[in-house]
């Protein structure tokens, strides 16, 4: 499924920005007064902004030591996740594209397992986890470029041999260590734990970095919507394009799976949601992708730590419950449209 090629025309983003920005902040406000302790919205926002009439000892230490890292570390993976299908979807031009296209959540995948198998300690998981995600995408861009030119879809099969390599990897691996098969099994699923803010310190520096140059080439991505040889023929240098966009999205992919596992359906859901109703153009996706992602991932969080309390669904598995009606909802507008 290819995206409809259209003029480069002015965008009004203003008013989607505060729509994105209301949502985002009503599922901060959620994640953080609802659970097994009750929180007081009234009390929470006092106690955020330093006023009197907040919340007692108890209550300030679930909101600042366990609830508010998890709903930073759950927006920033969101929207680091959403951001990157965003991109991922404009570089190859295709709507359903997501971040995990090039290899980089079986690099992650193998990452992890490297680290369980190996007897590490945990602190281990998530530096292999990014190192392995970032590593596959460029052994992927580097086959690509070799056998098939600068051609998207060289990239693709690519990402399809090297995802197919280390999981053929990862899996022998697992047969020779099956004692850790549960925990690389929890971690492929996705969770959102955090310790502190330890997580969010490690994930947010690649997320601002990775958001700045992704948003920063919207209007790019809307050029090259017109085709190669349309946007050289405007002056656009487009493999550099898509190699600077790629390296960001893969960028904050790798930090975001490194800190949460495998979350799928994020990184397509999100964005072709806001192109449904806001338009097609990136100067306008990329941006909402980020506040509606970080928004959605918060919602679906609270989701899987109150379903069944006190125990609680993997991430991975409230995302996919969410992400099947949604699949089912564009291969219906699919087969409506000429």
């Known amino acids: 499924m290819s995206e409809p090629v259209a003029p480069v025309l002015p965008v009004r983003r203003r008013g989607p920005l505060a729509v994105g920005a209301v949502v985002l902040l009503a599922a901060v406000l959620l994640g953080l007064t609802l659970g097994p302790a009750g929180l007081d919205p009234s009390k929470v926002l006092r106690s955020m902004v330093g006023l009197s009439g907040g919340l007692d000892a108890t209550g300030q230490t679930i909101l600042f030591e366990i609830r508010l890292p998890r709903v930073v570390l759950g927006a920033l993976v969101g929207a680091s996740l959403a951001l990157a299908g965003a991109a991922y979807q404009g570089v190859f031009r295709n709507p359903l594209a997501d971040p995990y296209l090039l290899g980089v959540a079986a690099g992650a995948g193998l990452g992890a397992t490297l680290a369980l198998a190996g007897g ?10 990014f190192v392995g995600g970032l590593a596959a995408v460029g052994v992927t861009y580097l086959l690509g470029r070799s056998v098939g030119g600068r051609t998207t879809t060289s990239l693709i099969l690519a990402g399809v041999a090297v995802s197919a390599f ?12 099956v004692e850790v098969l549960r925990e690389v099994y929890s971690w492929i699923l996705g969770r959102l734990t955090t310790v502190g803010w330890g997580e969010v310190v490690g994930v947010a520096p690649y997320a601002l970095v990775a958001g700045a140059v992704v948003i920063g080439s919207g209007r790019l991505l809307d050029v090259l919507r017109l085709g190669d040889e349309e946007a050289a023929s405007l002056g656009v240098r487009v493999d ?16 975001a799976v490194s800190v949460s596992g495998l979350i799928g359906f994020v990184g397509i859901i999100v964005p072709h949601t806001i192109r449904l109703v806001f338009g097609w ?12 992602g970080a928004g959605f991932l918060v919602f679906a969080d609270l989701m899987a730590r109150t379903l069944i309390s006190p125990a609680e669904l993997p991430i991975g598995v409230v995302t996919a419950f969410l992400g ?5 909802l564009v291969l219906r507008t699919m087969g409506r449209s000429p």
Do not use: D, E, K, N
């Not at 550099?240 to 966009?245: F, M």
């Not at 153009?281 to 509606?292: H, N, T």
């Not at 099947?324 to 089912?328: H, L, T």
């Open 120 to 129: 590490l300690p945990r602190i281990w998981i998530a530096p292999l986890a």
């Open 166 to 177: 280390a999981t053929a990897a990862q899996t022998f691996l697992l047969q020779r260590r």
């Open 240 to 255: 550099r394009v898509r190699l600077a966009v790629v390296a960001a999205a893969t960028l904050a992919t790798g930090a």
């Open 281 to 292: 153009s990136y100067r306008v996706i990329v941006p909402l992708s980020a506040l509606f």
């Open 324 to 328: 099947a009606p949604f699949f089912v």
